[in-house]
């Protein structure tokens, strides 16, 4: 039996632990796994960093937050290292000094490196991406560039329930252009005010509907809240087809579902790299222009504000062969490289670096395949029926939890969400949910009021650790339903405005 040829989930078996053992057993991407660091359960809990002596020392904890912020790859602490080395012992020449024993490229290249090796993970040319900056900052450049707005066509369509960063980026960019944001926010919403999803016909009737006044689409990739993953070839399709621009915000779709975004001819995108690519808290992120957008005439008398696509411009952007002359008229590196701004953070790339190894050592298309196996598992395990507690051996079944409790919200369909499922519980009960998990050593996150959101991520999580969490949720779930849990003074850390604000207020 292995998931990569389908299986039968519809008998008792599935839903037993034996089953995930098997699952594993045949997963072509199970060596993966140990590129990661897993913490432990005593990592979580203890209060230093100093390795812990405790019983449960070596034992790992149940990590699907990948939505949230990725493990780190064990290569990541090598590379840096390395980096910092070469700092250390050649200072500024370490900008143009290749090393014999380093993978690293010099300072100076790193970000064409990582550029070159971002691109087949987003489905573009290597000329169509760009390391650099950070999520929100690079949504201000690009619409700096692709919001153009006319006394006729001046507004931004979004997504209704866009997570607030985009809605404030959106807003602002409105509001520079000296236009007020209520007449040109276009909001996106459910057709069903009882839905949590929007359709495909839904997002392209609001197309149609505002066409003649719509300067900028921007939609997320995959929606933070609620796991859906938008049809993004149809809709751009659409966008063009009335001669409008459109962006996406890949934030939750960069590394966790396969993108084609120069043969979707998206105008462009913008991703952060810390979520399923693996680059650590706040790490630089990434971008992406349409070729046909990054085009620049390089020669010498043909410079002039027509021979390149305007945009917010900076030193890092211009022509690498002019680049040290120092002189002021900018012409820019052909492709994404030319919407540079500032020397990006070399100690960033490596750590980016060191994760894009790591998918170096398999393919988009596997990766989505076993996640698409994993999440459906998932699925099944919390919306099946479990096994009743007459067996001998508890533990080899997941235990019984009225369907009433909770619901899925994330799209049903495997080729509508990515990896990550989003569970509304009953009102009231999300905090003595969260906080169970906690005390059991399960890393999930939530979204107030009521959505727990679960993200098995395929390079590193495994099938016997979601039937793992199904138990422990639902034990936590009869426990939330059954007693008025009083949270007081021992708020889960994971629960947004937690214990000493450290909750998840403000993680996308």
């Not at 989930?9 to 997963?27: C, G, V």
């Not at 690498?320 to 100690?347: D, E």
Request: with cysteine; aromatic share 8%.
């Amino acid at each position: 039996m292995s998931y990569s040829r389908g299986w039968n989930m519809d008998t008792e078996e599935a839903l037993t632990r034996k089953y995930a053992e098997t699952l594993d057993a045949n997963d072509p991407l199970k060596h993966l796994r140990k590129e990661f660091i897993v913490p432990t359960k005593a990592n979580l809990k203890s209060k230093t960093l100093a390795k812990s002596t405790h019983d449960d020392a070596d034992q790992p904890c149940i990590y699907l937050c990948g939505n949230s912020l990725g493990l780190q790859p064990r290569r990541t602490p090598e590379r840096i290292s390395s980096h910092l080395r070469a700092w250390a012992t050649k200072g500024v020449l370490g900008h143009f000094t290749d090393h014999d024993d380093s993978s690293l490229p010099p300072f100076l290249h790193i970000d064409d490196v990582a550029a070159e090796r971002m691109a087949p993970i987003v489905g573009a040319q290597k000329t169509e991406v760009a390391v650099m900056e950070t999520l929100t900052a690079n949504l201000h450049l690009l619409m700096a560039s692709f919001y153009r707005p006319t006394k006729e066509k001046y507004k931004i369509l979004i997504e209704g329930k866009a997570f607030p960063s985009d809605h404030y980026a959106v807003e602002s960019q409105i509001r520079h252009h000296n236009f007020n944001p209520k007449d040109a926010m276009i909001l996106v919403e459910p057709g069903d005010p009882a839905s949590s999803t929007i359709s495909t016909s839904r997002i392209l009737s609001t197309i149609d509907e505002h066409a003649s006044s719509t300067a900028l689409i921007l939609l997320p990739g995959i929606q933070y809240y609620t796991g859906q993953y938008f049809d993004i070839k149809t809709i751009t399709a659409h966008a063009h087809s009335h001669g409008t621009l459109i962006g996406w915000d890949l934030a939750h779709a960069a590394g966790n579902v396969e993108l084609q975004l120069h043969d979707w001819d998206v105008d462009f995108a913008a991703w952060c790299n810390y979520k399923y690519l693996n680059s650590g808290p706040g790490s630089i992120a990434g971008l992406f222009v349409h070729s046909k957008h990054g085009n620049a005439d390089t020669s010498s008398d043909a410079y002039s504000e027509a021979s390149f696509r305007p945009r917010f411009s900076g030193w890092w952007g211009g022509d690498k062969a002019t680049r040290f002359v120092m002189g002021n008229h900018f012409v820019p590196i052909p492709g994404a490289a030319g919407f540079q701004v500032g020397n990006p953070s070399a100690l960033a790339l490596t750590a980016l670096l060191a994760s894009l190894e790591v998918f170096n050592l398999t393919s988009m298309s596997a990766i989505r395949t076993k996640s698409q196996a994993l999440t459906s598992y998932l699925e099944h395990l919390l919306l099946k029926p479990p096994l009743p507690k007459h067996t001998s051996n508890k533990s080899n079944v997941t235990p019984q939890s009225p369907k009433s409790t909770y619901s899925v919200i994330t799209p049903s369909n495997p080729a509508e969400r990515g990896a990550q499922l989003s569970v509304r519980l009953q009102p009231g009960m999300l905090d003595g949910v969260m906080k169970v998990l906690e005390a059991q050593s399960v890393v999930v996150d939530e979204r107030k009021p009521d959505v727990v959101r679960v993200a098995p991520a395929p390079l590193y999580n495994t099938f016997v650790e979601v039937w793992e969490f199904v138990r422990i949720f639902r034990d936590a779930c009869n426990e939330a339903r059954d007693v008025d849990v009083n949270i007081g003074d021992e708020w889960s850390v994971m629960a947004e405005g937690g214990k000493r604000e450290k909750g998840w207020g403000v993680v996308k």
